[in-house]
């Protein structure tokens, strides 16, 4: 029999909206005490409710008489760790960024890596589950990723991911002035004997990779770019930056040795799904990392 873990179950205040407005406006005037950027991190942190469902849109509009619950629930403190950060937890799965330098899953022995210290949370805040791996970041990538916490929800999410998960994007630091606002790159992916992933314009026999790419910004020597995953191929975005005539800054190995953070600067900072079990709407955004932001 599966118990039910109240783990990601806030407590709530509650109010009733006193007048019309904006969501983000209304909350301001009315939580005393509270930071607008605490209230931002509770809002796209799934923490507040109109009328019992969750809203992460700032500017939703609040009637007179709707009403407003909002999370009080302090920082999981049972969950510490410098390289991975818990975004959201229910009792089918979690929600989590991960930063440069751990892997997604073990390789080899005692591998740094996020699915041996979320199995060590869930011991230590005594859930009988595992984390279940759902998809990968590459160890140098950071941000926002799905474990499952039971083999059901995994299954769920592994056959249906195309289905789920509507939203993925990646914002990169790219070398070089990348002239266009956007376009896509579409071509196939295989890897050769040393498993690096090259591309063809032909069919090759591998994998058909499909990304769209938005330029944020760009000065003469970098670009900061977001990119939309339609398929979701080992090193995909690498590849296609690559491609471009501009890698990711830092990448080792499709890079051209421009490294001006001492990082690869990829990172996942949007991830949009429905529920596996509950088919609700989940979604997260993490801001873009500052050190990107720093050379723009």
Known sequence: MKRNVNYGQPLYDHYQVEYDAPLLEYLLQTIKGQSRSKIKATLQGRGIKVNGKNVTQFDFPLKKGMKLSISKTKRNDLFKSRYVKLVYEDQHLVVVEKNVGILSMAAGHS???????????????????????VHRLDRDTSGLMIYAKDIETEQILEHEWHQIVYDRR???????????????IANWLKDNKAYVTYSSEVDNGGKYAVTHYHTLARTTEH?????????????????????????????????????????????????????????ERMEFETPIPTSFKSLF
């Open 170 to 184: 990646y914002v990169a630091v790219l070398s070089g002035e990348v002239v266009n606002e956007g376009g896509t």
């Open 111 to 133: 591998s740094l890596n996020v699915k041996s210290v979320l199995d060590q949370y869930f011991l230590k805040s005594h859930q009988k589950c595992r984390a279940h791996v």
């Open 223 to 279: 670009s900061l770019v977001e990119f939309k995953l339609e398929t979701g191929r080992k090193n995909q975005i690498r590849v296609h930056a690559a491609d471009m005539g501009h890698p990711v800054c830092g990448d080792s190995k499709y890079g051209n040795g421009d490294d001006p953070l001492h990082r690869l600067c990829l990172h996942a900072y949007l991830l949009c799904f429905y529920h596996p079990v509950t088919k």
